[in-house]
């Protein structure tokens, strides 16, 4: 079974960035659709930005809150999919999760904290 494995977080200011990796211990070229997910404090975890593969590429998706600052990317060959954070907000604070889209308990691995101080 393929486990995920993200890294790369750590403590940033505010307008500073952060490039998160998730590594699978497998291929991960079967999974048509990737994600980031985050839980804050309290709250529920929810998906940040997605990449699916299409038959002329991929296609992304972002949350409203992270749209123009996130970029997600995906490199089948190294088994592994990138988070850019650029511009963060103390709002970003969460623990950042990757899975596929739809997310699948099985892969749900530790984590990455990102803390965006003020």
């Known amino acids: 079974q393929v486990q995920l494995v993200e890294s790369g977080g750590g403590l940033v200011q505010a307008g500073g960035s952060l490039r998160l990796s998730c590594a699978a211990s497998?291929?991960?070229?079967?999974?048509?659709?990737m994600g980031w997910y985050r839980q804050a404090p309290g709250k529920q975890r929810e998906l940040v930005a997605s990449i699916a593969s299409i038959t002329s590429g991929y296609i992304t998706n972002y949350a409203h809150s992270v749209k123009g600052r996130f970029t997600i990317s995906r490199d089948n060959a190294k088994n592994t999919v990138y988070l850019q954070m650029n511009s963060l907000v103390p709002e970003d604070t969460a623990v950042y999760y990757c899975?596929?889209?739809?997310?699948?308990?099985?892969?749900w691995g530790q984590g990455t904290q990102v803390t965006v101080s003020s």
């Open positions: 899975n596929r889209v739809p997310a699948e308990v099985r892969y």
């Open positions: 497998g291929s991960i070229f079967s999974f048509k659709a």
